[in-house]
């Protein structure tokens, strides 16, 4: 036990050594990558002070009556592309508590929210649903009077 | 104020809560007890918000105030009656508060990119701020939140974090962007706090600074605390359970067992992920903590212990049983038709992981004739490689039997993961592993270290 104590003892002092010597490295090199990392965001800042995920949808917010739970978001295709996620993803938080239903078309509100605004326009037309506001990216929100929510 | 507020409250029901736990222990200093009381009295604020869901189903805004400025109150004036206050400076207060500046001076950096991102990342506002906009906000209808319509908010998942952040928002009308940028800035701090002083504690050493301080300014570290995810209250309370494992065993102290059986609870709230990690710790902690010599109804550490989890997983197993839908993003993929596995799979996941923890030395190499630029390394700064090399001159100190604990949990953790990722079919594997690999790895790093420095330097 002695002798195996001996052994292992230089082995576990070097192993401390080199543990400490490279995280002080890698530390160095970590500072190196975050001031560049910190300088962009200094250059992001001055064109917008912070991310804002909610400015295509806030003024929504309040436009529902109480008791709204349920309402269409239509995107004119299956979602499949990522910024169509994150545009819904956006507007499900912006909404939130009330539940955006995916492609569905049967509710008393829908947003069309398409990748070309007149595809929305095409589509609005044909399930005769009554345009109420329409926002500065083509986002476009409908009433259905037909349906009861 | 009224953003600030629950953070203070939660800290002193926390600090208050450990003090009674813990108050046959002697030598436990004062921040030790403060980074690891915060993160017990965040948990324990959140499952109040909890109880007020299931009592009134929905969130009472007034009975959450209330509940939480009683125990308050109650907790005050228990300790008050056994207080004493020895107020001393010391040379080991002044490095103590030297290394608290340090931590906050690394923590700067975060707090910037943190005041730009701040709605976090993506899991922050299609998860879990989305769910903690439904149960502030829902009233009643708080449960849409498991609704299939979400799918893309896994609703399967535990409550914690949501509840945190909604209890980050119980002084304020609207749920404010604040709050759960407030949460995760803090909880940074208190993992490094933890991990600082918990190893101060269980070595001795103020060296634990350095692998702090590496871990910190890692690119993927400071993401990941900015974005506002759950695996950062992983990462902490997986700290936490396991150094008050260590300290049960190293103190024999009942108390610090029954601290990480509750600790190990709330871990299992954090994600799915974090209820594996706690079950597989607590099933090794047993045979850790056990004492030689001793029947098993005499084994004091691990009756504690489970006396903890039994209070720890308690809003676990109520919110799997009662709340929790189905997980509709799974396809076994050993039984399914439509989307078997394959052997394509498999070698799929060895690329993926080796081009995780290993690009840098490939892009190191590929390198090496152009300008010193490229040597910045990525993701995990060559770490990986570093601990490679130390493992070799190390490895009988770091696999040592009563150092085990964690290399166990690892293995069983790991193998886990990796046959979930190849049983689950319902995602592409290459998009999958690339979205979460790094997220599941950020969150056992902590505790990774932890137990490399631990294992190196504790006293012999």
């Not at chain 2, 396991?242 to 610090?256: C, G, H």
């Not at chain 2, 046959?419 to 592409?428: H, K, L, V």
Request: proline residues 4%; contains cysteine; glycine residues 6%.
């Amino acid at each position: 036990m002695q002798k195996e104590i001996k052994i292992n003892r230089p082995s576990v002092k070097f192993a401390k050594l080199s543990f400490l010597i490279s995280l002080i490295i890698l530390f160095g090199l970590n500072l190196i990558a975050l001031s560049a990392q910190l300088s962009t965001i200094k250059k992001i800042k001055k064109i917008s002070p912070a991310q804002d995920i909610e400015y295509k949808f806030a003024k929504l917010r309040n436009f529902f009556p109480a008791g709204t739970d349920y309402i269409g978001y239509y995107s004119c295709s299956n979602l499949k592309n990522p910024e169509e996620v994150k545009n819904m993803a956006h507007a499900q938080f912006s909404l939130a508590p009330i539940v955006l239903d995916e492609n569905n078309l049967g509710h008393k509100y829908i947003i069309f929210n398409c990748a070309k605004e007149s595809d929305s326009w095409e589509k609005i037309k044909e399930i005769k649903a009554i345009p109420v506001l329409r926002s500065e990216i083509g986002m476009i929100l409908v009433i259905r009077p037909d349906k009861k929510q | 104020m009224s953003h600030y507020l629950p953070f203070i409250i939660s800290s002193l029901i926390g600090l208050l809560s450990l003090n009674l736990i813990l108050k046959k222990e002697t030598g436990v200093s004062f921040l030790l007890k403060l980074f690891l009381g915060a993160g017990l009295g965040f948990a324990l604020c959140a499952n109040i918000v909890f109880l007020s869901l299931m009592a009134f189903h929905r969130f009472n805004k007034p009975f959450v105030i209330t509940t939480n400025l009683l125990l308050l109150l109650i907790l005050t004036a228990i300790n008050l009656r056994t207080l004493r206050i020895k107020l001393s400076f010391e040379k080991k207060h002044l490095i103590d508060t030297g290394m608290i500046l340090t931590i906050g001076l690394l923590l700067i950096p975060v707090w910037q990119q943190a005041g730009y991102y701040i709605y976090g990342g993506w899991d922050a506002w299609s998860v879990w701020n989305l769910k903690a906009k439904f149960i502030f906000l829902g009233g009643h209808s708080w449960e849409r939140i498991f609704s299939p319509l979400l799918w893309r908010s896994s609703p399967h998942y535990p409550l914690l974090l949501p509840l945190m952040n909604v209890w980050g928002w119980a002084f304020l009308k609207e749920a404010s962007f604040l709050g759960p940028l407030l949460n995760s800035f803090i909880f940074t701090f208190l993992l490094s706090g933890l991990f600082f002083f918990g190893l101060k504690d269980l070595t001795k050493s103020n060296l634990g600074i350095i692998p702090l301080s590496f871990m910190l300014t890692l690119h993927i570290f400071q993401a990941s605390a900015y974005s506002q995810y759950c695996d950062l209250f992983m990462a902490y309370y997986l700290v936490a359970a396991y150094f008050t494992i260590l300290s049960a065993k190293k103190r024999n102290s009942a108390q610090f067992a029954l601290l990480s059986g509750i600790m190990l609870g709330i871990l299992s709230f954090t994600k799915n992920e974090g209820l594996i990690a706690a079950i597989f710790l607590l099933a090794l902690a047993m045979p850790f903590l056990r004492t030689n010599g001793k029947k098993l109804l005499e084994q004091s550490l691990i009756k504690s212990l489970f006396y903890g989890a039994a209070i720890g997983f308690t809003p676990t197993i109520i919110f799997s049983f009662i709340y929790a839908p189905k997980n509709i993003t799974f396809i076994n993929g050993l039984f399914s038709l439509t989307n078997p596995v394959s052997l394509t799979r498999i070698q799929n996941l060895v690329s993926l992981y080796s081009i995780e923890f290993f690009s840098p030395v490939v892009s190191l190499f590929r390198s090496l004739p152009s300008a010193a630029g490229n040597l910045i390394p990525g993701k995990w700064s060559l770490f990986w490689v570093v601990i490679i090399v130390v493992t070799l001159f190390g490895w009988k100190r770091l696999f040592r039997k009563d150092n085990l604990l964690y290399p166990s949990f690892l293995l069983l953790y790991g193998i886990f993961v990796t046959f979930y990722y190849f049983i689950n079919t319902y995602f592409e594997i290459g998009w999958w592993v690339s979205v979460t690999l790094y997220r599941i790895i950020f969150s056992i790093l902590p505790v990774f270290i932890f137990w490399f420095f631990y294992s190196l330097w504790k006293e012999d």
